[in-house]
DNA sequence: GAGTTTGAAACT
DNA sequence: CAGTTTCAAACTC
């Protein structure tokens, strides 16, 4: 019998046999998402893996369909894959055998798949470059397939773990078809990008919606990728696949032993018109229910994969959520037009501040991408996302996202103690480790977007808003492991894009890169604060000309320059965009933003532009500067237009209007918004970055507090070590002393600075 | 791309 | 706290 093709087939597509497979769970370690390695521990899996990554990789690779590699004509043929399968039992332990057998079929499928529907590889002309953009997938080095499996702790982590739960062997196949299917995925790099911000929410909406919710996602399809032709037919194809209690596709229905064929037809045209990772869960989903004939085991498997998928794709989670919220809340499927749709995707990262409830999972969201990984995100998008923020977006939630950002690497890294006033969600230690999420993210970045430029050409040629928010840096001596380094003062971890040397700025190296971060907050609390600290709801004040630089804004330490005139990058202030301030010691301070000497905050205001030193770039930036702060004096405001600058909030960096930003100079999130964020309370699996909200009440307070025009306010806060910091405000007015101005402490401030202005 | 300038960060 | 050194970005050629 088990000779029979059929019988072989039929095994590989049980999804009872390999739970029962009892010693895999020993192979898989569960829940260590930090040995990934376990997963292929049998060597019987890895070369599956393998063999698959290079079956599919020849095929995909190649731009174009092409005759399939010698792999996959092996299994090219069922018949030959039963064989395959029945070699597989052979060969191994019963339960690798199930495995085997299973993984082989999926493959097996996945392959025929490729093969059949060529159109899809000509769809995918570049899934060789693309690296799954899956948040959770680490990226691997484009090309090594096989290494980037072994390389993503996170995930294959995640697989063991649900392997245990029982559907371990198929879970750990699809999760590894999954893989491969997103290594192939076709998608343009920016396409990419946007799909996979946008696809989790749609998957999401596909199996977990009503059909309606198909619609919806239908709409989100529709616009650009170039797999979007395929949307009709994965449209039609949804009837079927929509799902059915909430969680089986009707796929399911289908019965196990008939309808492979279908499936994968399904599959396919799935992964086609999405091309995304999501898809490929959505595939991975389909093919898991269609391959169980046990309800039970369907369900489980159903729901283990989703786990897995969602653990592996935090970012996706959020960005499922929030989907699912506005979905909900505003629209149902009515997304058609491609801005539309394209606006909902950006809004998914940048943060949509206008729905309630979707402003914390925006954030969140915002989050779940990494930095970096947004970075890259945005300069692969290039206009698209100014246009989109500009547009629709809130200032708002791209600075909060932004600030979260930032302050998402410092928790991770630093694990900077909440401030009282802010109440970590207890959700917080269910999420997953941050560093799965900027692990895999920072990687991403690098190698998702795989930038040819080097840094240096990036920052050369990036325009202010293009490439600011992702920091690369060059460091060649410090390991990156001190403030020389602007991704680390900027509390991300290098990626790719970065030409350091040695670096240890990297999740690998976390436990160090966490030490030395909280060396350093020792030394200065507010080392990892954002330099510049920008005044959010404080209303306008006497200069604040729309066109000038909010007075509010300043640097928190003050410039030092002696050279530059406070007219150039190096000067920190000028740098951020604001003027001097008596904080700085600078020397012939011909700041554009404002001098020191010059009434220093009004100064600027007055006229920044006359400036001498000012020239077109600095009229520039404090226009966008001047955007800013209108944003962020209503940055509840949903409809408020997002400045350029604004829409750049996804970057880790907010400001530099040109080239890079500043190292840490952060905008400062609208108290208002922070406070609907955190009132959102609803525990977010992300809340956790929640936290690093926490730094931006410290500079808000102040920013709150400060008035330009007073001088003497001066106000305590609590830095993200419980340390005391004075506001740079306090400097503007009234100490002669620069510093000693920093020491005068309201004291009778809240920890949770109210959103209104301080009398 | 290499070299210089600059000022923050780090060190003493 | 001040002075010096180190460092990497910013800038120039």
Redesign the pocket.
């Known amino acids: 019998m088990q000779d029979s093709p059929v019988f072989n087939y039929i095994n590989s597509l049980s999804p009872i046999k390999p739970v029962k497979s009892v010693p895999i769970s020993q192979t898989f370690n569960s829940l260590s998402f930090s040995s990934p390695p376990s997963v292929f521990t049998s060597p019987h899996v890895s070369c599956l893996k393998e063999s698959r990554f290079l079956r599919r990789h020849n095929p995909l690779g190649t731009s174009k369909p092409k005759v399939p590699s010698e792999d996959v004509i092996k299994v090219h043929s069922s018949e030959e894959t039963l064989a395959d399968s029945t070699h597989a039992h052979h060969n191994s332990s019963k339960l690798e055998e199930e495995n085997t057998g299973k993984g082989i079929s999926v493959r097996d499928a996945s392959i025929e798949l490729s093969r059949e529907h060529i159109k899809f590889s000509d769809e995918l002309p570049q899934a060789l470059k693309y690296n799954c953009g899956s948040p959770g997938f680490d990226p691997p080095p484009c090309g090594d397939e096989a290494n980037s499996l072994l390389e993503l702790p996170g995930e294959a982590a995640t697989d063991v773990g649900y392997v245990q739960e029982g559907c371990k062997t198929d879970s750990v196949e699809v999760e590894v078809h999954l893989q491969e299917v997103c290594q192939m995925e076709p998608k343009s790099e920016g396409p990419d990008c946007y799909w996979d911000s946008l696809i989790p929410d749609a998957l999401d909406m596909l199996i977990f919606n009503s059909p309606g919710d198909a619609e919806a996602f239908k709409g989100l399809m529709h616009k650009p990728l170039a797999s979007s032709i395929r949307l009709n037919e994965f449209m039609s194809m949804l009837p079927h696949s929509t799902i059915n209690n909430g969680r089986k596709m009707h796929i399911v229905d289908s019965d196990a032993s008939g309808s492979a064929p279908e499936i994968e037809d399904h599959c396919s045209e799935l992964m086609t018109a999405t091309g995304t990772n999501q898809t490929q869960d959505n595939f991975a989903n389909v093919a898991l229910v269609t391959s169980n004939s046990n309800e039970k085991a369907n369900d489980q498997l159903v729901s283990a994969t989703h786990r897995t998928i969602r653990r592996r794709c935090l970012d996706f989670e959020m960005a499922n959520v929030q989907r699912k919220n506005s979905d909900e809340n505003s629209n149902t499927g009515s997304s058609t037009s491609e801005s539309d749709e394209r606006n909902v995707a950006n809004e998914k990262q940048l943060l949509p501040a206008k729905r309630n409830g979707d402003l914390q999972r925006g954030i969140l969201q915002g989050i779940g991408l990494h930095l970096n990984a947004l970075a890259a995100l945005k300069e692969y998008k290039g206009i698209q996302i100014e246009k989109l923020s500009s547009g629709r977006q809130l200032s708002l939630p791209s600075s909060t996202s932004l600030q979260i950002s930032t302050s998402q690497e410092h928790q991770n890294l630093s694990l900077v103690p909440v401030s009282s006033e802010r109440e970590l969600d207890p959700s917080d230690n269910g999420v997953q480790p941050a560093e799965d999420c900027s692990q895999p993210s920072a990687y991403m970045a690098g190698e998702d977007f795989n930038q040819n430029s080097?840094k240096?050409?990036r920052?050369k040629s990036e325009t202010p808003g293009e490439t600011e928010g992702c920091k690369?840096?060059?460091?060649?001596?410090?390991?990156?492991l001190?403030?020389?380094?602007?991704?680390f003062?900027a509390g991300v971890y290098c990626i790719e894009p970065c030409s350091?040397q040695d670096c240890f700025n990297k999740p690998i190296h976390e436990d160090t890169v966490l030490q030395t971060r909280k060396q350093?907050e020792s030394?200065?609390p507010l080392?990892f604060a954002p330099?510049v600290i920008r005044n959010s709801d404080s209303v306008p004040e006497i200069g604040d000309d729309p066109n000038k630089t909010p007075a509010s804004a300043r640097h928190k330490?003050g410039?030092?320059?002696?050279?530059?005139?406070?007219l150039?990058?190096?000067?920190?202030c000028y740098?951020g965009g604001v003027g001097c301030s008596i904080s700085c010691r600078?020397e012939g301070c011909k700041n554009a933003f404002g001098r020191k000497d010059g009434s220093a905050s009004v100064g600027i205001e007055t006229d920044p532009e006359e400036t001498e030193a000012t020239d077109k770039g600095v009229t520039e930036k404090a226009l966008q500067k001047t955007e800013i702060q209108n944003t962020e004096d209503h940055p509840d405001s949903a409809t408020v237009a997002t400045p350029l600058r604004l829409s750049r909030p996804l970057l880790p960096l907010p400001f530099?209007s040109k080239?890079?930003p500043?190292?840490?100079f952060v905008t400062t999130i609208s108290g208002s918004a922070l406070f609907a964020s955190q009132k959102l309370g609803k525990p977010n699996p992300l809340w956790s970055q929640a936290k690093h909200f926490q730094t931006v009440p410290d500079e808000e307070i102040p920013d709150i507090l400060q008035g330009d025009s007073s001088p003497i306010t001066c106000i305590k806060t609590s830095s993200p070590n419980g340390k005391r910091i004075s506001s740079p405000n306090c400097d503007l007015g009234s100490s002669p002393s620069r510093?000693g101005g920093r020491r005068l402490i309201l004291q009778s401030i809240p920890s949770f600075p109210s959103l209104t202005p301080h009398p």
């Open positions: 080097p240096k050409k920052r690369r840096c060059n460091c060649k001596k410090s390991k990156c001190k403030l020389y380094c602007e991704c003062a350091c350093i030394r200065n080392a330099k330490r410039c030092n320059c002696k050279k530059s005139s406070c150039k990058k190096y000067c920190e740098q600078c530099s080239g890079k500043p190292r840490s510093r």
